[in-house]
């Protein structure tokens, strides 16, 4: 019977933890927050200039053909407080408010993300 | 032969019952789309026991059902993308010299979520999504050694019982 945990095992774990610290790392935007961005599809649904938006937050309904998400806005960032899929995965996900940080609703096809100055986009496609 | 099917359906029940009874653990990891992937277990017992083409059989057909039982034939991409690429580099490394199931399963959980994320790109066409698998990786080293080591234990009690 083999060992529970071999030294092959730690280093194929370390080398996961390397990846995704570097992923980490290298993602993280320095860009300053520009725009909410809502796609469905691939295709931009709506999005909002931080800058216009106020402390007051707002809720945005969505409503696709697979479904219906709530997103609530600031000028801080944004969540999504309710959506009627299964999973319910996008809900439990925190407010976004930097750079790249992204919520996705796999089953609604909707994605809602925070575009800096400039990258908008390009990236994006 | 006849037995070894019977077997086979009977681990993908398992693995169907053990995929919904992980939706009843309240959501022990603070990561959204976190979670252990006990099915994962069966696969891997069944690799070992039955092989590779066995394990791939149980993990599509237990992907169909799920998918027409609880996740929604929208899930569908997501699961098979994850359970197949999962298999494969599950495969890859336990041929690597030293390498026990612990190991294959860590990798095998970053596989199952890389797969899911490379479809979730396609599907949203949408590159930020990839951000998801960074912090998913953390967890899936987390969970891969936890079923990892079940299917070790699970295994050392079978081959103690066979021919039952």
């Known amino acids: 019977m083999k060992q529970y945990f071999t030294f092959t095992d730690l280093l194929i774990a370390t080398v996961i933890v390397i990846i995704c610290a570097i992923g ?11 725009k909410i961005i809502i796609e469905t599809d691939g295709k931009i649904y709506a999005s909002y200039n931080l800058k216009s938006l106020g402390k007051e937050a707002r809720d945005i309904e969505i409503n696709t053909k697979y479904g219906k998400n709530i997103l609530r806005i600031d000028c801080e960032g944004a969540d999504m407080i309710y959506s009627d899929c299964l999973n319910q995965i996008d809900v439990r996900h925190k407010k976004i408010t930097k750079s790249g940080e992204i919520i996705v609703c796999a089953p609604h096809r909707l994605t809602v993300y925070i575009s800096g100055s400039g990258e ?4 994006s496609r | 032969m006849k037995a070894k099917f019977v077997k086979l359906g009977m681990f993908t029940a398992l693995a169907m019952a053990l995929q919904w009874a992980e939706t009843l653990i309240p959501v022990g990891f603070s990561v959204p789309g976190g979670k252990l992937g006990l099915a994962n277990i069966i696969t891997m017992i069944v690799m070992q026991l039955f092989g590779g083409r066995s394990a791939l059989a149980v993990t599509v057909i237990r992907c169909l059902l799920s998918a027409f039982l609880y996740g929604g034939v929208m899930s569908l991409p997501y699961s098979l993308a994850g359970g197949i690429m999962s298999l494969a580099l599950m495969k890859l490394v336990l041929k690597l010299h030293g390498a026990s199931l612990t190991g294959a399963a860590i990798a095998g959980a970053f596989a199952h979520n890389f797969g899911q994320v490379l479809v979730s790109c396609i599907i949203m066409q949408n590159i930020y999504i990839i951000n998801y698998l960074w912090v998913l990786g953390f967890v899936s080293v987390g969970a891969g050694a936890f ?7 699970c295994l050392k009690k079978i ?5 039952g």
């Open chain 1, 120 to 123: 908008a986009d390009a990236v």
């Open chain 2, 147 to 153: 079923t990892g080591i079940c299917a070790s234990l």
């Open chain 1, 24 to 34: 980490l790392k290298t993602t993280a935007s320095t860009d300053s927050a520009e």
């Open chain 2, 159 to 163: 081959s103690l019982n066979k021919g």
